[in-house]
C-alpha cells in the first residue's frame, strides 16, 4: 500500500496542480477552457468530465500499450477516447440535460483535448497503468482548477451570481451598479487566463520565456 | 445561392472558429510564430476541412440520422464515426503531401499528423451536426452537401485568417519590451483578446 502512495507517485500527481499546470504551462485544451467558462456550474461539470475522462483514458492505453503498433497508435487512442466520451456524453444527458446542453459541442470537443493525447503520448504509453491513472487525475483537476477560477470571476463580475445564486446585492445595483457584460462574452476569458499566466510566472521565475 | 454566399461570409466573421467558439487554440498558439508556416497550416487545414465535412454530411444524414439505411437512431456514435473519418482523411492527405511536395512535407512536420487532433475540424463536423435540425428559414441551416462545403470553406478560410492576424502581430511583437512574465503565452492571450474583441463587431453582420 506505501508503494501506491510513494514520493514519485504523489509527485506524479501534484505538479500538474501547480508548476505543470496543462493550460497555464503546458498550454494545452486551451479550447475548452476558454468557451465554457461564462458560468461556474457547467465549468465544474466540465473538469469534472475531463478529470475522468484523462483518467480512464491514461489507464485503458497503459493497459495496452505493447500492443499497439506504432503507426497507428494516435487512431488507436482516438478510438478508446471517443468511445469514453460517448459514454460520459450519454450519463450527463441522461442526468444533467441542462448542463449538457449548455455545454454542447465542447463535451464532444473532449475527444481532441490536447491534455488527453499529450498525455497518452507523453505518459501513458511509457509507464504504468498506477502511475497513469493518477498522472491522468492530475491534469484533469489541474484543467479543472484553472476553469473554476475564470469561471468564478467571470459569473461573478458578469452576472453577479455564483452557480446561479445571486451574490452582489440588489442594494448595490441601486446605488448604480452595472454587470460588466463584457466579462460573459468571449474575449475576456482570454485575458483572465492571461492574469493567471501573469501572477504564475512573477511568483515562479524558472517559468518565464527568455 | 444566396444561402450558400450568406452561409460563407458568417463562418468567416460572424461564426469565426477562433474568436467566436475557441476551437483549434493548442495548433494556434503553437504554430503562429512566423507567416510562413501559419499559411501553410492554415491552407492544410482548410482543405481537411473541406473534405471532411461533406463526408461527415452524408454520414450524419444517411447512415446515422433515424431515416438512414439502418432506420434506427445512430447518434450516439457520431464522435467514433466522425474522428475516424477526420483520422482516415489526414493520414490520406500526409501521404499525398509527401509523395507530391516533400518540401512542404518538411515544412508542416509534426503539425500534419496533428490536424486530426485539431479542435476546429471537429468542431465544424459537431456545429453541422446541430445546425442541420435548424429550421430552413435559419441563416445557420445547413441541407445539403453544398451547403456543407460552403460552410467548411468559410471555417477554414477564417481561421486561416485569424492564424496569419496573429502571426504577423507576433512577427513585429519580437521588438517590442514586453514584462518579463507575460512574455511570450501571456501577451499572446491578451492580443488575441484584443483580436477578437475587434471582432465582435461583425457580430451584427446581417447577409
Redesign the interface.
Given at each position: 500500500m506505501s508503494q501506491l502512495f510513494s514520493k514519485k507517485n504523489k509527485e506524479v500527481f501534484a505538479t500538474p496542480l501547480g508548476l505543470n499546470n496543462p493550460v497555464?504551462v503546458q498550454?494545452?485544451?486551451?479550447?475548452?477552457a476558454?468557451?465554457v467558462t461564462a458560468k461556474l456550474e457547467p465549468a465544474i461539470v466540465m473538469g469534472l468530465s475531463v478529470t475522468i475522462i484523462t483518467g480512464f483514458s491514461n489507464v485503458i492505453i497503459s493497459l495496452i500499450r505493447r500492443t499497439i503498433p506504432n503507426r497507428i497508435r494516435?487512431?488507436v487512442q482516438?478510438?478508446v477516447v471517443?468511445?469514453l466520451?460517448?459514454i460520459v456524453?450519454?450519463i450527463l444527458k441522461a442526468f444533467a440535460y441542462d448542463v449538457s446542453v449548455q455545454l454542447?459541442?465542447y463535451i464532444?470537443?473532449i475527444?481532441?483535448?490536447?491534455i488527453l493525447?499529450g498525455r497518452l503520448e507523453a505518459f501513458a504509453m511509457s509507464n504504468g497503468p498506477w502511475e497513469s491513472f493518477l498522472d491522468g487525475l492530475g491534469n484533469g483537476l489541474g484543467y479543472a482548477k484553472i476553469l473554476v477560477i475564470v469561471a468564478f470571476f467571470r459569473e461573478l463580475l458578469g452576472s453577479g451570481t455564483l452557480l446561479g445564486f445571486r451574490i452582489i446585492p440588489q442594494s448595490v445595483y441601486d446605488a448604480g451598479y452595472i454587470n460588466n457584460g463584457l466579462m460573459v462574452?468571449?474575449?475576456?476569458?482570454?485575458?483572465i487566463?492571461?492574469c493567471i499566466?501573469?501572477?504564475q510566472?512573477?511568483r515562479h521565475k524558472e517559468l518565464?520565456?527568455k | 445561392m444566396e444561402h450558400l454566399l450568406s452561409l460563407f461570409v458568417r463562418s468567416i466573421f460572424v461564426d469565426n472558429m477562433i474568436f467566436a467558439f475557441f476551437l483549434g487554440m493548442c495548433s494556434y498558439l503553437a504554430v503562429s510564430k512566423t507567416v510562413k508556416t501559419a499559411v501553410g497550416l492554415g491552407i492544410a487545414v482548410t482543405f481537411v476541412l473541406v473534405v471532411t465535412l461533406p463526408v461527415n454530411y452524408l454520414l450524419q444524414t444517411r447512415v446515422l440520422s433515424a431515416d438512414g439505411i439502418f432506420g434506427i437512431d445512430l447518434s450516439f456514435l457520431s464522435f467514433i464515426l466522425f474522428i475516424a473519418v477526420i483520422a482516415a482523411i489526414t493520414q490520406l492527405v500526409e501521404m499525398v503531401v509527401e509523395r507530391f511536395s516533400p518540401s512542404l512535407y518538411a515544412s508542416l512536420g509534426i503539425f500534419l499528423p496533428l490536424i486530426a487532433v485539431n479542435c476546429a475540424i471537429m468542431g465544424a463536423s459537431l456545429f453541422m451536426q446541430q445546425r442541420i435540425v435548424k429550421g430552413e428559414s435559419d441563416p445557420q441551416f445547413i441541407g445539403g452537401v453544398a451547403d456543407a462545403i460552403s460552410y467548411a470553406l468559410g471555417s477554414g478560410i477564417g481561421w486561416m485568417l485569424a492564424i496569419v492576424g496573429l502571426a504577423a502581430i507576433r512577427e513585429k511583437m519580437a521588438y517590442s519590451n514586453v514584462p518579463a512574465p507575460l512574455r511570450g503565452l501571456g501577451i499572446t492571450f491578451i492580443v488575441v483578446g484584443l483580436m477578437a474583441m475587434a471582432f465582435m463587431c461583425f457580430s451584427g453582420l446581417k447577409i
Amino acid at each position: 500500500m506505501s508503494q501506491l502512495f510513494s514520493k514519485k507517485n504523489k509527485e506524479v500527481f501534484a505538479t500538474p496542480l501547480g508548476l505543470n499546470n496543462p493550460v497555464t504551462v503546458q498550454v494545452l485544451g486551451i479550447c475548452s477552457a476558454l468557451a465554457v467558462t461564462a458560468k461556474l456550474e457547467p465549468a465544474i461539470v466540465m473538469g469534472l468530465s475531463v478529470t475522468i475522462i484523462t483518467g480512464f483514458s491514461n489507464v485503458i492505453i497503459s493497459l495496452i500499450r505493447r500492443t499497439i503498433p506504432n503507426r497507428i497508435r494516435i487512431i488507436v487512442q482516438l478510438v478508446v477516447v471517443a468511445a469514453l466520451v460517448t459514454i460520459v456524453s450519454e450519463i450527463l444527458k441522461a442526468f444533467a440535460y441542462d448542463v449538457s446542453v449548455q455545454l454542447s459541442v465542447y463535451i464532444g470537443l473532449i475527444i481532441t483535448n490536447c491534455i488527453l493525447m499529450g498525455r497518452l503520448e507523453a505518459f501513458a504509453m511509457s509507464n504504468g497503468p498506477w502511475e497513469s491513472f493518477l498522472d491522468g487525475l492530475g491534469n484533469g483537476l489541474g484543467y479543472a482548477k484553472i476553469l473554476v477560477i475564470v469561471a468564478f470571476f467571470r459569473e461573478l463580475l458578469g452576472s453577479g451570481t455564483l452557480l446561479g445564486f445571486r451574490i452582489i446585492p440588489q442594494s448595490v445595483y441601486d446605488a448604480g451598479y452595472i454587470n460588466n457584460g463584457l466579462m460573459v462574452m468571449p474575449p475576456m476569458a482570454l485575458v483572465i487566463v492571461a492574469c493567471i499566466i501573469w501572477w504564475q510566472r512573477s511568483r515562479h521565475k524558472e517559468l518565464q520565456d527568455k | 445561392m444566396e444561402h450558400l454566399l450568406s452561409l460563407f461570409v458568417r463562418s468567416i466573421f460572424v461564426d469565426n472558429m477562433i474568436f467566436a467558439f475557441f476551437l483549434g487554440m493548442c495548433s494556434y498558439l503553437a504554430v503562429s510564430k512566423t507567416v510562413k508556416t501559419a499559411v501553410g497550416l492554415g491552407i492544410a487545414v482548410t482543405f481537411v476541412l473541406v473534405v471532411t465535412l461533406p463526408v461527415n454530411y452524408l454520414l450524419q444524414t444517411r447512415v446515422l440520422s433515424a431515416d438512414g439505411i439502418f432506420g434506427i437512431d445512430l447518434s450516439f456514435l457520431s464522435f467514433i464515426l466522425f474522428i475516424a473519418v477526420i483520422a482516415a482523411i489526414t493520414q490520406l492527405v500526409e501521404m499525398v503531401v509527401e509523395r507530391f511536395s516533400p518540401s512542404l512535407y518538411a515544412s508542416l512536420g509534426i503539425f500534419l499528423p496533428l490536424i486530426a487532433v485539431n479542435c476546429a475540424i471537429m468542431g465544424a463536423s459537431l456545429f453541422m451536426q446541430q445546425r442541420i435540425v435548424k429550421g430552413e428559414s435559419d441563416p445557420q441551416f445547413i441541407g445539403g452537401v453544398a451547403d456543407a462545403i460552403s460552410y467548411a470553406l468559410g471555417s477554414g478560410i477564417g481561421w486561416m485568417l485569424a492564424i496569419v492576424g496573429l502571426a504577423a502581430i507576433r512577427e513585429k511583437m519580437a521588438y517590442s519590451n514586453v514584462p518579463a512574465p507575460l512574455r511570450g503565452l501571456g501577451i499572446t492571450f491578451i492580443v488575441v483578446g484584443l483580436m477578437a474583441m475587434a471582432f465582435m463587431c461583425f457580430s451584427g453582420l446581417k447577409i
